[in-house]
């Protein structure tokens, strides 16, 4: 048996060929850093790149922290971690997934931060770095409130005694997360925060040095400067989406991530002539259609079908029929347009813009799984 992980799986020369591309602006993904950093100083920012950097590309935004002396990395699994350190990346990165007994191994010869959040994690952990004869790094997950994992913040006591007794563990941090920091009804949030709180007591009571306490997500950032602690860990704010339309814009992030193809076929449809996969739009009159390659298959949602528009030649225009794997058909009524014309699935012509909270909105899903989900199979391209 083989495992190959696949990302990136685009060829240098198909991101040339290819008409459908991302374009990230490491310039605006630079400003958004600089605007969260100055934000919450003298915290520590951890910018969390999971899941392909939330769509923008792993590699190449890690990379643009490291340039840009960002504090810490975070990502969801040890693979991301070490597709990181293969690439060249030197800064501490914390894996915020759980981990299974014979990762623990890739953990310490990688240098990655790990999560430690049971007994029996730590138990393990210590065993291994005993037989490798390098101490692990570890960051206390507490649960105060989220049910996920972690260490529920009533046991936090007993759990810490315990762990400083492995000397072959390196606490480096103490975490937990939030449930509804993005929501504007903050009991809950106040109620976590009060918990964490009360599990760190213990550094005092026993006189042991406070690992890098953090909490803050993207919500917390917006909304509650009291979480930030020693360090916080955006993910969304920092790629210039906010976390929800509810939370006030404080802070002048812009989104970095255009989506764009192009036309590549054009079409007049009569009356009577149904679009796409289950008929599911027919017009009443002629219309002109375009042919764009792009569907579900890069992560353009087939739940958007019927809802989703595109923008061309500075006008929005509808998707027509059920969008499919490799193509969708978009109805510029009475308008002409070329192949080659560009077409902007996600971003802004300067006059028009479709973002993220869109998509999100056609597809009835979060902008982080629009973002999430443009597949690999897209390019993305560096400015
Ligand atoms: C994803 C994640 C974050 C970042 O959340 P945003 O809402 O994108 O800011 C922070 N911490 C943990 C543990 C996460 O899983």
């Known amino acids: 048996m083989s495992a190959e992980y696949n990302y990136p799986t685009i060829s240098e020369d198909a991101k040339i060929i290819r008409p459908t591309k991302v374009e990230v602006d490491l310039s605006i993904l630079k400003k958004n850093f600089e605007a969260i950093k100055k934000h919450v100083s003298p915290a520590k920012v951890n910018i969390v790149l ?5 769509g923008h590309g792993l590699v190449r935004v890690a990379k643009l922290l490291e340039e840009i ?8 699994v040890v693979e991301e971690g070490i597709l990181l ?3 060249g990346i030197n800064m501490p990165i914390l894996v915020l997934g759980g981990v299974w007994g014979n990762q623990v191994p890739l953990f310490i010869n990688y240098d990655l931060h790990i999560t430690a959040s049971s007994l029996e994690k730590v138990k ?3 065993k291994i770095s005993a037989q490798l004869k390098k101490k692990a ?13 972690g260490v529920h913040y009533y046991n936090s006591e007993k759990f ?4 400083y007794k492995y000397k072959n563990i390196l606490v480096e941090g103490i975490y937990s997360h939030f449930a509804n920091a993005d929501t504007t009804d903050l009991s809950h949030t106040e109620l976590q925060l009060a918990r964490f709180q009360e599990s760190l007591f213990f550094f005092e009571k026993h006189s042991i040095e406070m690992p890098v306490r953090h909490i803050a997500n993207s919500g917390a950032v917006l909304q509650m400067p009291e979480t930030y602690l020693d360090m916080v860990r955006p993910g969304i704010l920092f790629y210039g989406v906010y976390p929800s339309k509810d939370l006030p814009r404080i802070l002048d992030v812009k989104p970095a991530l255009t989506w764009k193809s192009l036309v590549v076929y054009f079409k007049v449809i009569k009356p009577g002539h149904p679009v796409g996969y289950g008929l599911t739009w027919q017009s009443n009159k002629n219309i002109r259609a375009v042919t764009v390659p792009v569907g579900y298959g890069d992560g353009y949602l087939r739940s958007m079908s019927h809802k989703a528009k595109v923008l ?3 006008k929005l225009y509808p998707v027509i029929g059920s969008i499919s794997m490799d193509q ?3 109805n510029i009524g009475d308008n002409s347009a070329y192949n080659g014309d560009e077409v902007l699935l996600l971003g802004s012509d300067g006059t028009n813009s479709i973002t993220a909270e869109d998509l999100a909105e056609w597809a009835g899903t979060i902008p982080y799984e629009i973002l999430t989900n443009i597949n690999t199979r897209v390019p993305r391209i560096y400015k």
């Open 85 to 87: 350190r293969k690439a």
């Open 50 to 54: 999971k899941a392909n950097a939330y």
């Open 124 to 126: 393990q952990i210590n």
């Open 137 to 149: 790094k570890v960051h206390i997950k507490i649960d105060t409130g989220m049910e996920r994992i």
């Open 312 to 314: 061309l030649n500075k």
């Open 328 to 330: 969708i058909v978009v």
């Open 69 to 76: 002396d960002a504090d810490y990395l975070s990502v969801a």
């Open 160 to 163: 810490l005694e315990e762990v």
